[in-house]
Every structure is written in C-alpha cells, then in structure tokens.
C-alpha cells in the first residue's frame, strides 16, 4: 500500500455528519463525491452540504467565493458504484450495524484501487465487527469526527486489530494535513475513548430529569454556571442528537452490561417520539429550525 495522502474522497451518507465531511473535505481542496441512499435524496443533500458551507460564511470563516469553489469540488449521487475510483471511502450512515457492515461488504467489492482505504465514522461500534465484513480488513479504519465536523477539531483514530499500519498512517496523513484536525489513536472498544467518557455523563443527567426532581434547564445551569462547562448535558445531548446518545448507549452497554450504560426510560420514549434534539427542532430543549 502506497503512502499517497489520498485524495479522491468517497462519503456515503449525508445526514448532519456526512455533510459536514463533505464540507470540510472539499474546503481542503480535495475531489469529494458523496453517495446517499435514493436518487430523490439528492436535492436535500446539496441543500444540506450548502448549508454547512453557508454556516461558515455566516460565521465569517469563509467567504462567498470559498462556499462556491467548494460545491465545485462536490459531486452528490445515488449510485454506490461511482465510489470506483475513489481512494479513502468514509461511510456516515445512521449507527445501525447491520446496515454498516452491509454496506462495507458493497464497497469492498466497488473499489479498484488496491490502497484505497474504508473508513467509518462510527461513534460507538467496534471497528474489527465492520472490517471483518470486507475481504480486506486490513485497510478499514475507524475515523470517528465530532459535531459539528467543520467546527470540532478532534477526530478519533481507530485501528481494528487486523488495520494495516499504512491504513492507519494514511488517514492520519488526510486528517492532520489537508483536513487540518487535531488526531487522538483510540482503542478499538464501543465508544472508543470519548464517548465512553461522555455517554454515562449525559445519562446520568437524563436519569435526574427523569426523576422529576429537577428540570432540564437546572441541569444545564447546574454544570454551565457551577462547573463551568461550555454547555449544559441535556442542551449536548440535543446536539448530538437523541437517537444517536441512544444508540451508542445501547452499543456500550452490549458490550459491558453495566447499568451505566443503560439507555434511561426517557431517552427511549423521546426517540420513540421522533424528538431528537436540534435537528427535529425539539428534545430536551425547544431549538427554532
């Protein structure tokens, strides 16, 4: 395998996170051709990337001209054999693992370069499960981005126990040069390092407001004012979305059954309600849209 810093990127799926990797992987110059799941979703997901951009115009991180050379850069279809010719493949599809390793199966049959590496944005599952629905395990690494990806400048470098080491050297090689984030190696566990730490925080203040002794705004104070936090738990776990907190709950407590780690009544019931947090416009918190 060739140490090229790729440049071809491959993004399947464009949902909050999938965007925000398109945005940045165009913004750094490089050739991006997303994938969703139907020809009519194509619309929404160039919405969705311009959206991304246009975030950083607002932000005055980039200008008009910026967001217009990066769309230039982006290709959206519907066709998972456009993927052919690409050289790093991202999958951001929603954290269900037999869609994941469905979808690593197809790919790995759809790249023609032997280096290409698949990576997956996984917040909480682990990397050996994916690789090992591919014939190449070895070059299938985890890249877990943080929210919001142009934003946050962490990102989670996973190593399955059969990635290559150039695997793992050339995804340091795209994130810390072109992508310009800041790289921490994690163990290849659910939930990695991070979310790990981060996911029985964010239960334990749903479980207080499941209580009914305090509100979700109190907690949020409670930690903003008091510990000093930059954002309160409930008003996090909006942001990151309510069904993905879910999620990665379930993946930690599959693999440790430690009560911790157990989705809370009231998490389950608002996913069940389709509030979700930030981008469903209510969950804990209300969020204009």
Same mark, same amino acid.
């Given at each position: 395998m060739t140490m090229e810093t790729p440049s071809r990127i491959g993004v399947v799926g464009c949902g909050v996170m999938g965007a925000g990797i398109a945005d940045v992987t165009a913004r750094a110059g490089l050739d991006v051709r997303v994938v969703v799941a139907r020809p009519g979703a194509v619309p929404a997901a160039h919405d969705r990337i311009r959206g991304s951009l246009g975030q950083g115009v607002r932000k005055g991180r980039l200008?008009?001209?910026? $967001?217009? +050379?990066?769309?230039?850069?982006?290709? /959206?279809?519907?066709d998972l054999d456009a993927l052919a010719d690409r050289d790093f493949v991202i999958e951001a599809?929603?954290?269900?693992?037999?869609?994941?390793?469905?979808?690593?199966?197809?790919?790995?049959?759809?790249?023609?370069d032997t280096d290409a590496v698949l990576a997956t944005n996984t917040s909480s599952l682990p990397v050996s499960r994916l690789a090992g629905a591919t014939r190449h395990p070895e070059r299938v690494v985890g890249v877990?981005?943080?929210?919001?990806?142009?934003?946050?400048?962490?990102?989670?470098?996973?190593g399955a126990l059969r990635t290559d080491d150039t695997t793992r050297a050339r995804a340091a090689? $795209?994130? +810390?040069?072109?992508?310009?984030?800041? /790289?921490?190696?994690?163990?290849?566990?659910?939930?990695?390092?991070?979310?790990?730490?981060?996911?029985?925080?964010?239960l334990g203040a749903i479980r207080m407001v499941e209580s009914g002794q305090v509100t979700a705004d109190d907690v949020d104070r409670g930690m903003t004012l008091g510990c000093g936090h930059p954002v309160g738990p409930l008003r996090l776990a909006d942001l990151i979305g309510l069904d993905v907190v879910k999620a990665v709950a379930e993946a930690l407590h599959q693999e440790y059954a430690e009560p911790l780690y157990a989705p809370p009544p009231l998490l389950s019931r608002l996913v069940e309600a389709g509030l979700l947090g930030k981008k469903s416009g209510r969950g804990f918190h209300s969020h204009a849209r």
């Open positions: 200008t008009d001209a910026d $967001l217009d +050379t990066a769309l230039a850069r982006i290709e /959206v279809t519907a599809v929603p954290e269900r693992e037999d869609l994941k390793t469905a979808l690593f199966t197809r790919i790995d049959g759809i790249l023609k877990h981005f943080f929210s919001p990806v142009p934003v946050m400048p962490l990102v989670e470098l996973v090689a $795209l994130l +810390t040069g072109p992508l310009g984030k800041t /790289v921490v190696d994690v163990p290849d566990r659910a939930g990695f390092m991070v979310n790990g730490l981060l996911i029985p925080y964010l």
